[in-house]
């Protein structure tokens, strides 16, 4: 009567934890599921900003920026000099 | 009703009914025990599945497709998101009896079709099937618009999310990159030798799902996708942008059909740039033509006098000549196995270097005849000609080198001068890097890694230098190549001009040429080769290699000397006397 009693608690909690485990292991998918969805939106976001990068980082642009923002110049040949190593 | 007497005619009546109630019985264990054999073995399978049907949904998970970089990390392919919008026909609708809500609706429509740009007569045309619960009302839309569409806050639009190959640099590195399919899979280009690692593995979710379909959020396995790898070229953008801007300009100015230029780091193989023009473009949707081949690779052509210094190698290697040994070119007129071979004016009599500085055809059969067929024909294998240089690239040819043994003797000696052969452009840049390597052959690249490249002795390190001497008298102010100088650095090269062939009678198209430069420089410690080739350009404004490829070779050899900072070893000393100050700015330091 005692082992039956004793099988019959330890039944109940088996069933409890499973239980238990069945809702924490819905959440944690969820939660993955959540930072999967903004990893990916993350990623897509670097995308956009890595094309804006390059488009920003072309050399036409930088040269451009630099003659008309800057008023920077490319040396003439008279303006160079010549290290002599 | 029977009457029953006894006891034992009691049981006698029972025990029929009691068989009959057995059989009974039996039939029905029977033909449940066939209905559990037919479900648990011939229908196992076709149930499971149903089953998983009804409660899980299986969701491929797509990997991100990896990005195509240059040697310096610039971007050259990448996948973007973008959208394509649906409308809920059912759903949807722009009508109200109250007027305030159609006057919010009104704008609502009116801000949607000018997101979308269409017009709203589109837009109800699309929508008036009600039936149809998934329009697509427009595709290729960017993130930016499709987060202003949704803050609309219209019932029944939706955005379906994909990933388009992008290509920030266009033209320029199109026949390098290459692009994909509708697909997602690489049909040119290194899209196409690398699709594997770029594509990834596709993972995989699986949700359970309610009788609803709503997703209920337990999943049953899941297996994260793998991102494809970054491919990293050996590419300069800025050396392949400058190469394709130069070879744009000829080509326009001279009005050729295309060009075609490689540039090589003599010193690793890597291919630093390689284009052509005319280009495409790969983020269009009408990918075809004839202007989708990578030339470079793909198109041969006689490569002419480009071939003259190797044959001049083997007779120097071979010790039969020296170079300063004296070739008699006569009036420049020369009759050999009843065919002329013509300079174009009479050189007399030159030296060995001067074949090559004024590039003289009939010096080039001369020196041939001293050597013997299986040593020109060992020699121009050894150089690379007739295979393939490795890279693996889509469409690449071999070009042509017949076998000498069946080689009649004017077919030796037109073999000297680059006739009755055909290369690739990227063959003669690599064959060039023997010239600057000491005679070592370089194995060409195109993709970044840490491989051992080995190269081929061809010839001897006097040989080579002895070469380099002769071949920078080509860009001498009384060479064929005056153009391809580079201010403060001494180059080295051969000019190419060579009719093109019929391809339908056969022979040459006598007022149609392949206008041809490769070169090396600086000649000191040579680092880079380039090799440029124009496509038939208008004849009345000039047709030569020097004229044409030179100027494309000395804009881009001047960059890319500037780029790495390479010492400059072309000033004369005077020069370099005046020059001595450090510039900074205008100011000394």
Redesign the interface.
């Known amino acids: 009567m005692k082992l039956n009693l004793i099988l019959f608690v330890v039944l109940i909690i088996f069933a409890l934890t499973t239980v238990n485990f069945k809702h924490q292991t819905r959440s944690n998918y969820a939660e993955l599921d959540e930072e999967n969805k903004k990893t990916l939106d993350l990623k897509d976001q670097q995308t956009m900003l890595r094309i804006e990068e390059s488009s920003e980082s072309r050399i036409e642009k930088i040269e451009k920026t630099a003659k008309q923002k800057l008023n920077m110049q490319v040396p003439s040949k008279k303006e160079k000099r010549v290290i002599i190593r | 009703m029977i009457k029953i007497k006894s006891r034992k005619e009691y049981f006698e009546l029972s025990r029929a009914r009691r068989r009959t109630v057995l059989i009974l019985l039996l039939g029905m264990f029977i033909i449940l025990f066939a209905q559990t054999i037919k479900l648990a073995v011939f229908e196992k399978n076709k149930l499971q599945k149903e089953s998983r049907q009804r409660q899980h949904r299986e969701l491929d998970l797509y990997p991100?497709r990896g990005k195509i970089l240059d040697r310096n990390g610039?971007?050259l392919a990448?996948?973007?998101?973008i959208y394509s919008i649906i409308g809920d026909a059912a759903e949807i609708n722009f009508k109200s009896k109250d007027l305030n809500v159609q006057a919010k609706l009104d704008s609502q429509k009116k801000q949607l079709t000018s997101l979308l740009r269409m017009r709203p007569t589109d837009l109800d045309k699309k929508l008036k099937n009600k039936k149809r619960r998934a329009v697509r009302l427009k595709k290729n839309i960017s993130?930016d618009t499709k987060i202003k569409i949704m803050k609309l806050g219209i019932k029944g639009i939706s955005a379906n999310k994909i990933y388009k190959r992008?290509y920030?640099e266009n033209g320029p590195v199109a026949h390098v990159v290459g692009f994909t399919g509708s697909d997602g899979n690489g049909q040119e280009g290194i899209e196409r030798i690398m699709n594997k690692a770029l594509a990834g593995e596709k993972g995989k979710?699986i949700n359970l799902i309610a009788r609803d379909k709503r997703v209920v959020?337990?999943?049953q396995a899941?297996k994260?996708p793998k991102d494809g790898e970054d491919i990293r070229l050996t590419i300069d953008l800025?050396l392949q942008?400058e190469a394709y801007n130069a070879l744009q300009k000829t080509v326009e100015k001279h009005e050729a059909i295309s060009g075609s230029a490689v540039l090589l780091d003599a010193k690793t193989g890597e291919i630093l740039a390689m284009t052509n023009y005319p280009s495409f473009n790969p983020n269009g949707y009408n990918k075809v033509g004839k202007f989708i081949k990578n030339r470079a690779v793909t198109d041969v052509f006689e490569p002419g006098s480009t071939i003259k210094p190797i044959s001049l190698a083997v007779a120097l290697e071979k010790n039969i000549i020296t170079k300063d040994s004296l070739i008699d070119t006569g009036n420049g007129k020369y009759k050999y196995e009843g065919k002329w071979i013509e300079d174009h004016k009479a050189y007399g009599e030159i030296t060995v270097k001067d074949v090559i500085k004024v590039s003289s055809n009939i010096g080039s059969a001369k020196i041939s005849q001293k050597i013997s067929s299986i040593n020109l024909a060992t020699m121009l294998k050894k150089f690379g000609y007739g295979i393939k240089t490795g890279i693996n690239f889509p469409g690449e040819v071999r070009g042509t080198l017949r076998n000498h043994t069946k080689w009649k003797k004017i077919d030796h000696s037109r073999a000297s001068y680059g006739y009755g052969m055909s290369s690739t452009l990227i063959q003669t840049a690599q064959a060039y890097t023997v010239f600057a390597n000491e005679g070592k052959l370089k194995p060409i690249s195109l993709i970044k890694s840490n491989d051992l490249k080995i190269s081929k002795r061809v010839l001897s390190p006097e040989t080579s230098k002895a070469m380099l001497t002769i071949l920078e008298s080509v860009t001498d102010h009384d060479g064929t190549a005056p153009k391809a100088k580079v201010?403060?650095y001494r180059v080295a090269g051969k000019t190419g001009t060579t009719w093109k062939t019929d391809p339908v009678n056969g022979g040459y198209l006598r007022d149609k040429y392949m206008s041809s430069f490769v070169g090396l420089g600086p000649v000191t410690n040579p680092r880079f080769v380039m090799a440029v080739v124009i496509d038939e350009p208008l004849k009345k404004r000039g047709y030569s290699g020097g004229t044409l490829a030179g100027p494309v070779f000395s804009r881009v050899m001047a960059k890319a000397f500037e780029w790495y900072s390479l010492?400059?070893d072309g000033?004369e000393l005077e020069e370099?006397q005046n020059?001595?100050?450090?510039?900074a700015d205008?100011r000394k330091l």
């Open positions: 991100y610039s971007l990448e996948s973007t998101p993130p992008f920030p979710k959020g337990e999943f899941i994260l800025r942008n201010y403060g010492d400059a000033l370099m020059k001595k100050e450090v510039y205008k």
